[in-house]
């Protein structure tokens, strides 16, 4: 599955961004497929998730309230729409898809990421 992630730039502190991964093949092509962040210097973090097994979508706490992870299933495009950014968020955003089921612990981040696209950078400043 080939990913291509777009949408980043340059934010104020409480504006919103979309951005879109668009995946190569069928939605059936892959496990899960989330999105993660990374900032330099910094363990990658999960951000929001959509895991095949059960179809919901899953947020980091840092996420919830403020981000909405959703998916086209006939472009087989995913979305993340974040709203309220704060200068925390800014960071390099990755979509990645599951190649294979992991199983993971409960209330765990259920996507691993072993297919990985370009990344994206979101810039929250004022």
């Known amino acids: 599955v080939q990913l291509q992630a777009s949408g980043g730039g340059l934010v104020q502190p409480g504006g919103s961004l979309r951005l879109s991964c668009a995946a190569s093949?069928?939605?059936?092509?892959?496990?899960?497929i989330g999105w993660f962040r990374q900032v330099p210097g910094k363990v990658r973090e999960g951000v929001s998730c959509?895991?095949?097994?059960?179809?919901?979508?899953y947020y980091a706490d840092s996420a919830k309230g403020r981000f909405a992870m959703t998916r086209d299933n006939a472009k087989n495009t995913v979305y993340l729409q974040m709203n309220s950014l704060k200068p925390e968020d800014t960071a390099v955003y990755y979509c990645?898809?599951?190649?294979?089921?992991?199983?993971?612990?409960?209330?765990?981040?259920?996507?691993?990421?072993?297919?990985w696209g370009q990344g994206t950078l979101v810039t929250v400043s004022s």
């Open positions: 990645a898809t599951d190649s294979a089921r992991y199983k993971f612990a409960d209330g765990s981040f259920p996507c691993f990421g072993d297919n």
């Open positions: 093949g069928s939605t059936s092509d892959y496990y899960a």
């Open positions: 959509i895991n095949n097994n059960d179809g919901k979508t």
